[in-house]
C-alpha cells in the first residue's frame, strides 16, 4: 500500500533563509508525489509534482521539490522563505491500486517563518 | 486553472439538523470527486469517493447513511450529513481534478461545521 510520511509536525525558519520541509514514501510501483499548501481556514492549493523526469521539480510561488529515489524522498524546498510561506503543508502520493486518482496524505507539517 | 467551488464556508446549527454542502467543479467536468474530514492539526482523512452517475465509494470506518453523497452532474457532488451532532463538527473539504491520470487534484475552500 501506498503511504507517506512526514517526519516533522512543525518546522521553524528565518526570514530569508533556506527552507525544507521532508517527505519519505513507500509505494509499490512508480511513485507519483504532490506537495500541497494549506492556509488556515481555507482548502489545499497544489504546488508541485512529480510524475518522472528531471529529479528537481519547481513549482508555485519559489518552491521545489527533490525526488530522490535511493532515499523514498520527495523534500520540499525554497532557497528563501517569506514570512507568508508560513502555512500547513502536505505531501501526498497517489494511489496507485484504483482507477482513480486518490490521493494519500502525510500528516502534514506546519512552516513557522520568523520576521 | 482548474476551480473548486465549496459552499457554505460555514455553518452553525443545532443537533439533529441535516446539513448539506455542495461541491462545484467550475471550468471542468468531474466525474470524480473526493470528500475529506479534517480535524484540528491533523491531516485530512478521505471519507469517500464520489462517482458521477453511480454511488458513491466509501472509506472504511465511514457510515454511508450518516454521510449521504450524491454526484448528479458532472459538475456537481454534495455531502448531507443526516441529524448531525456535536462529535459530526469539523472542516469538511472536497477536491476534484479534470479528467483521469496524474492531473493534481483542486480543492474547495472546505466547510467549516458546528454542531451546537
Known amino acids: 500500500a501506498q503511504s507517506v510520511a512526514q517526519p516533522e509536525d512543525q518546522v521553524n525558519v528565518a526570514e530569508g533563509n533556506p527552507l525544507t520541509v521532508k517527505c519519505t514514501y513507500s509505494?509499490?510501483?512508480?511513485?507519483?508525489l504532490f506537495w500541497y499548501v494549506q492556509y488556515p481556514n481555507r482548502g489545499l492549493q497544489f504546488l508541485l509534482k512529480?510524475?518522472?523526469?528531471?529529479?528537481l521539480v519547481k513549482g508555485s510561488y519559489g518552491f521545489e521539490a527533490e525526488f530522490n529515489k535511493s532515499q523514498t524522498s520527495f523534500h520540499l524546498k525554497k532557497p528563501s522563505a517569506l514570512v507568508s510561506d508560513s502555512a500547513l503543508y502536505f505531501c501526498?502520493?497517489?494511489?496507485?491500486?484504483?482507477?482513480?486518482?486518490?490521493?494519500?496524505f502525510g500528516t502534514g507539517t506546519l512552516l513557522a517563518v520568523q520576521p | 486553472g482548474a476551480v473548486v467551488s465549496q459552499h457554505p464556508s460555514r455553518v452553525i446549527c443545532k443537533s439533529g439538523t441535516s446539513v448539506k454542502i455542495e461541491c462545484r467543479s467550475l471550468d471542468f467536468q468531474a466525474t470524480t470527486m473526493f470528500w475529506y474530514r479534517q480535524f484540528p492539526k491533523q491531516s485530512l482523512m478521505l471519507m469517500a469517493t464520489s462517482n458521477e452517475g453511480s454511488k458513491a465509494t466509501y472509506e472504511q470506518g465511514v457510515e454511508k447513511d450518516k454521510f449521504l453523497i450524491n454526484h448528479a452532474s458532472l459538475t456537481l457532488s454534495t455531502l448531507t450529513v443526516t441529524s448531525a451532532h456535536p462529535e459530526d463538527s469539523s472542516f469538511y473539504i472536497c477536491s476534484a481534478g479534470p479528467g483521469q491520470g496524474l492531473q493534481p487534484q483542486h480543492f474547495g475552500d472546505g466547510t467549516r461545521l458546528s454542531i451546537l
Open positions: 501526498a502520493v497517489r494511489d496507485d491500486g484504483g482507477a482513480t486518482n486518490k490521493l494519500i
Open positions: 512529480y510524475i518522472t523526469g528531471d529529479n
Open positions: 509505494v509499490s510501483g512508480n511513485p507519483y
